[in-house]
């Protein structure tokens, strides 16, 4: 699923140049999430979209770290890649820190080779929501194509992570929106898989919690 967005753009190839277009992220909106996920969600619940009303997926599961370890990987741009480059074909994400107020934000850029370049950029902010840095008991993530390809008219997603019972467990709350030519439900569900394994990947990545 990581690369069905530069599908999408493959198969508008020939219908002329790329352009590219931008959006406002409001810091108004700050990381609160897009929609709430309810526990009767289950996965992968999707709904399908159109230009107007985006795509949705809806995950809700659990990690086996602590909110603080959690919330230590999200500083980490790494902890969100969204596509996993193919280096066979040139495909790289770069990222660069943020300049929004929050406690974390950078931007990532994307950028997948084919037979056209795909070429997007997603700003990424949160902080903790309930506690403090150091004992979180929620955490609120977001991210949104803020300038790029015009195939991809929205993208967006939002992540609340939860303290539980088991103080060595965190839920998770997961929504993702798409308006992408040619793309649909399964794909944003697909993003979401791909950024829970990349979350996973830094958690593992920062060893035994203390």
């Excluded at 996965?43 to 995950?59: K, L």
């Excluded at 660069?96 to 997948?112: D, L, M, Q, R, W």
């Excluded at 991809?152 to 467990?169: C, E, K």
Aim: proline share 10%; glycine share 10%.
């Amino acid at each position: 699923m990581r690369l069905a967005l530069a599908a999408a753009a493959l198969a508008l190839g020939s219908c002329g140049s790329k352009k590219d277009t931008c959006s406002d992220f409001p810091s108004s909106v700050g990381y609160q999430p897009l929609e709430p996920v309810q526990a009767t969600d289950g996965w992968p619940p999707t709904r399908g979209g159109s230009p107007a009303t985006p795509s949705w997926a809806r995950r809700k599961t659990t990690v086996p770290y602590s909110p603080a370890r959690v919330y230590q990987a999200l500083q980490s741009p790494a902890a969100s890649a969204l596509i996993l480059p193919d280096p066979t074909r040139g495909d790289r994400w770069a990222s660069s820190p943020g300049t929004e107020p929050f406690p974390i934000t950078f931007t990532v850029h994307y950028a997948v080779f084919d037979t056209i370049t795909v070429e997007w950029d997603l700003a990424y902010r949160g902080g903790v929501s309930q506690g403090t840095p150091t004992a979180p008991t929620e955490i609120g993530f977001r991210y949104q194509k803020t300038c790029g390809t015009e195939y991809i008219s929205v993208q967006s997603g939002s992540l609340v992570a939860r303290a539980t019972a088991d103080p060595n467990v965190t839920e998770l709350e997961m929504v993702g929106w798409l308006v992408g030519y040619g793309q649909g439900p399964d794909t944003v569900a697909g993003t979401l898989t791909d950024w829970l394994a990349s979350l996973q990947v830094a958690l593992a990545a920062l060893g035994p919690a203390p």
